[in-house]
């Protein structure tokens, strides 16, 4: 699938889960409510625009979810794929499988690229798992955790 954006970008796969202080950082969107979750900004802001607003002992991340470059150091990347999706697409389905929102970064999106929409129904979510569920949100961040594993803890605390 080619993916373009203004910059002409039009190989470059994004990671919806990225690292604020990159210097091609975008904000994804806002995290909103008592679980955390993301709503979507519709159009992209860059992420050194906002950054210097949030308050000192904040991390970036806790208030605002950031979009930047998928690449080949991360520790989640195996191979062409990313198993930091895949790790959550291990976990329960949620409940409403609705509608996707509007999200300016899906076409180029690594994840939405390697899953399709069912990353894009598990991903506003992902804060929500934080707070509420700090074990099982360690398991699923560590690219040292199998899906065996992940599967295994699951049932257990079924
Ligand atoms: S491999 Fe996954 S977690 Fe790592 S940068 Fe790419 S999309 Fe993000």
């Not at 470059?69 to 062409?80: M, P, Q």
């Not at 291990?90 to 499988?97: A, C, D, I, K, R």
């Not at 069912?118 to 949100?137: E, F, I, K, Q, V």
């Amino acid at each position: 699938m080619r993916t373009v954006d203004d910059r002409g970008e039009d190989h470059i796969s994004w990671c919806p889960s990225g690292d604020a202080h990159r210097p091609e950082s975008l904000v994804l969107g806002v995290r909103s409510g008592e679980k955390g979750q993301v709503v979507y900004l519709d159009e992209p802001v860059p992420a050194a625009d906002v950054l210097s607003s949030i308050p000192e002992g904040i991390a970036p991340n806790r208030v605002l979810r950031f979009a930047s470059h998928c690449t080949s150091a991360c520790a989640n990347r195996v191979g062409d794929d990313c198993s930091l999706i895949q790790r959550i697409q291990t976990l329960p389905s949620p409940q409403e499988t609705g509608a996707v929102p509007r999200c300016h970064l899906r076409p180029r999106c690594k994840w939405w690229n390697q899953t399709g929409v069912d990353a894009c129904h598990r991903c506003p979510a992902l804060a929500t798992l934080n707070s509420a569920d700090d074990r099982l949100a360690a398991l699923v961040a560590d690219p040292a955790t199998t899906i065996e594993q992940l599967e295994h803890w699951i049932a257990a605390a079924e």
